[in-house]
């Protein structure tokens, strides 16, 4: 098919480059001249795991192009997604105008009939209105009998395995009112349903890939209560992390054990500084909107921030805890990402902390694996290697769970240190190797402090 994806930010570069990757003639639309000319050379403008090797491919075989004009490109296809940014708007619901300025244009270039999906992560109502929009452009200028069926397709992937999650995903969800979208998706998304398509060596994971027909309404909820059910996961485990510090239990057994019956999952349990990325607030946010729209106050969905805003601060509390005034003292935070496998450091717990650290006095430097500058913590100094980072510092905070945090030489950072508190935020440290290392180990919820503080001859 003839496929064209509007915005060539994460989500529509990965749609755009998968489908080529299925056979299919793609076109990725972007405005920006800078992304556009890297991705004309099939380069990835941002950090995505596998990403740069399919775009090459792709790009390189001549299935996948890119252009900066969406009228020509949406003229031509079968099929075109909306994969714009939803940014948090002003009131509570995300802020469409990339969206609106995108279905004008099509509205006003399309010639014939094109099923026209969403991608991006709209509230209720929207796929509507965006036919609507598109239907009354397409009037003015006398097209009214040509068919625009409309369908919502909501994304589940992660950044750092967005390309493992598309091609090989739990579930496809597409909401359409209009049988030729569902007939049209069905038939776009057949080679991965029945997983036929040249799978890498080794084999992934087997799947079974459901594939869910809805309606337009219930495919937009669908996608903002799978969202938010994963932050109240991640919230909830925060909040028993909170209660084994107080009593002396650890909470990644706790969660183990949980996740070892089937109905609870493993999946999303690991305690942390909190969940963070572009996706979980903004959606929360805007469920919660919505349920106020209809006058609902929903109280659960408030919770689930609530819990992750204190949680996120909860490395300020320990470091203050053993360190007492953090005036003059050096931290070093590993890990600014969001996440690990990725550059992305929107809503990162990591700029939050930073700022609350420097706002309290303390010396405050960064090192990640990837992320080269935090751009709401411009003066924060990110240094390229983590012993660096570490050296002379008061404490060490992991922030980010990258695997290479795992297996850092805890003696050799230990020796660097002026004092010797790591705070593992992240529960990745083994706590036992920690204190032989000569380290103070505080984890999240694993029970309290463990080792001894250094004394230092100044100390004395
Ligand atoms: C999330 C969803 O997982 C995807 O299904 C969805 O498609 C995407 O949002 C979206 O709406 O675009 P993503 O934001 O990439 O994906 O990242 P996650 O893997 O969900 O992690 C989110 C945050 O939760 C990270 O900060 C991570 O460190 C944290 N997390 C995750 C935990 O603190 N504990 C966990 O057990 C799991």
């Not at 909470?251 to 999303?268: C, K, L, N, W, Y």
């Not at 003292?329 to 700022?355: H, M, N, S």
């Not at 000569?438 to 004395?460: A, H």
Request: charged share 20%; glycine share 10%.
């Amino acid at each position: 098919m003839k496929i064209t994806v509007v915005g060539s930010g994460y989500v529509g570069t990965v749609v755009a480059a998968c489908f080529a990757f299925l056979g299919h003639e793609v076109i990725g639309v972007e405005v920006d001249p800078g992304r556009l000319a890297m991705l004309e050379k099939g380069r990835a403008p941002f950090h995505e795991p596998g990403l740069d090797t399919l775009l090459a491919d792709e790009v390189g075989a001549g299935r996948l192009t890119f252009t900066g004009d969406i009228g020509e490109a949406a003229a031509r296809a079968a099929v075109v997604f909306l994969s714009v940014g939803t940014p948090s708007g002003l009131n509570g619901n995300p802020d469409l105008t990339a969206l609106d300025a995108a279905v004008r244009t099509l509205g006003g270039a399309l010639n014939g009939p094109t099923t026209i999906v969403t991608k991006s992560t709209v509230p209720v109502g929207t796929n509507q209105w965006v036919q609507s929009l598109i239907e009354d452009e397409m009037s003015a200028r006398g097209l009214d009998d040509i068919s625009v069926p409309m369908a919502a397709n909501p994304e589940f992937l992660r950044v750092g395995t967005a390309i493992e999650d598309f091609l090989h995903p739990d579930r496809i969800v597409v909401g359409a009112d209009d049988p030729i979208a569902q007939a049209t998706m069905r038939a776009l998304y057949e080679p991965i349903v029945q997983q036929r398509f040249p799978q890498p060596s080794p084999a992934p994971r087997a799947v079974t890939v459901e594939y869910v027909e809805t309606t337009l309404s219930t495919a937009e909820l669908i996608k903002y209560a799978s969202n938010s059910f994963l932050a109240m996961k991640i919230s909830f485990i925060n909040e028993i992390a909170q209660i084994c510090d107080r009593v002396g239990a650890d909470v990644t057994q706790v969660a183990e054990a949980m996740g070892m019956d089937h109905r609870i999952s493993p999946q999303f349990l690991r305690a942390g500084l909190g969940w963070g990325g572009s996706c979980f607030g903004k959606d929360l946010t805007a469920l919660a909107t919505t349920a106020r729209e209809h006058g609902f106050e929903p109280p659960l969905l408030q919770a689930i921030g609530a819990v992750n805003d204190y949680q996120r601060l909860e490395v300020v509390r320990k470091l203050q805890a053993h360190l007492g005034t953090l005036r003059g003292k050096r931290v070093a935070l590993l890990g600014l990402a969001f996440k690990p496998d990725t550059d992305d450091t929107r809503d990162a717990p990591a700029t939050q902390i930073a700022a609350k650290l420097r706002q309290l006095g303390a010396v405050v430097v960064g090192h990640d694996p990837v992320v080269t500058s935090l751009p709401d913590e411009r003066q924060l100094p990110i240094l390229a290697d983590p012993y660096e980072a570490v050296q002379r510092a008061d404490a060490a905070v992991i922030i980010t769970e990258w695997p290479q945090f795992g297996t850092l030489d805890l003696e050799r950072m230990a020796n660097l240190m002026h004092g010797n508190l790591i705070i593992d935020g992240r529960n990745i440290l083994n706590p036992a190797e920690a204190i032989r290392a000569g380290l103070v180990y505080e984890g999240i919820g694993r029970g309290g402090t463990l080792g001894s503080p250094r004394r230092r001859v100044s100390d004395v």
